[in-house]
């Protein structure tokens, strides 16, 4: 997938989707978490079946410990963002958008995009850029559409929430093209895909563990969380 069309898209379906709900009440919170629910479940079962087994091709010891440091550097990061980096946010008169939340999130978006560079080659899965694109934009929809209803509810429809969603959907497109141009961050991408499959393990059991609410079982629920499992799996068919 050529980079220039891979960031366009990036940006494009971000900004969108979080500008869309800038004049979209959020009223519905169940059917996001349906969808979060299978953009979680879809986002685990890459990780499991196509991202881990690609990074320890060339196995290493050290990509597992790069893996728990992407774990520690988004749960650091969760503290910042308040869980909107995974699709939550708290509604109320003493919660207000904060400027440590805005950087918690934009580098959340910086750090996940970086492995989709052309330079980073991945010769035993030919298709490993679409599953990681695919991945990427479902997990950022659902992300850009709570914080598009964030804004709206803290700020309305101002000059102001649209400057943030789209320097928020430049984040991604962002990293992507340092990735691509800094040599550096190619030599050395297996360790970034590591920490992003830490990130990853941690956004996706996340969302998992926060789907099921009080521990009740949702068949709705359950059913979008397999259909995210079997979608990644018959991935492993392509």
Known sequence: MDSIFTQILLFSITFISGALFLFINLNK???????LSFSGAFLFG??????????FLDYKPVYGLFILIGFSIQLILEFLT??????HYEKGDNYKIKIPALIGLFLHALFEATP???GHIHVENTHFHEYFFTGLILHKIPVAIVFGSMLNYYLG???KSFIIIALFS??????LLLSDQI???QDYHHYFMALVVGIFL?????????????????????????????????????
């Open 29 to 35: 919170e169940k059917s996001l978490k349906i969808l």
């Open 46 to 55: 890459l990780t499991i079946l196509h991202f881990l087994p690609d990074l």
């Open 82 to 87: 308040r869980g909107i980096d995974h699709g």
């Open 116 to 118: 989709l560079a052309s």
């Open 157 to 159: 429809r101002t000059t």
């Open 170 to 175: 430049l984040m991604a497109p962002l990293g």
């Open 183 to 185: 040599p550096i961050l």
């Open 202 to 238: 941690y956004i996706s059991t996340t969302i998992l563990f926060e789907v099921s609410e009080n521990h009740k079982f949702n068949v709705v629920k359950f059913a979008s969380i397999i259909i995210g499992f079997g979608i990644a799996g018959a991935f492993s068919l392509l």
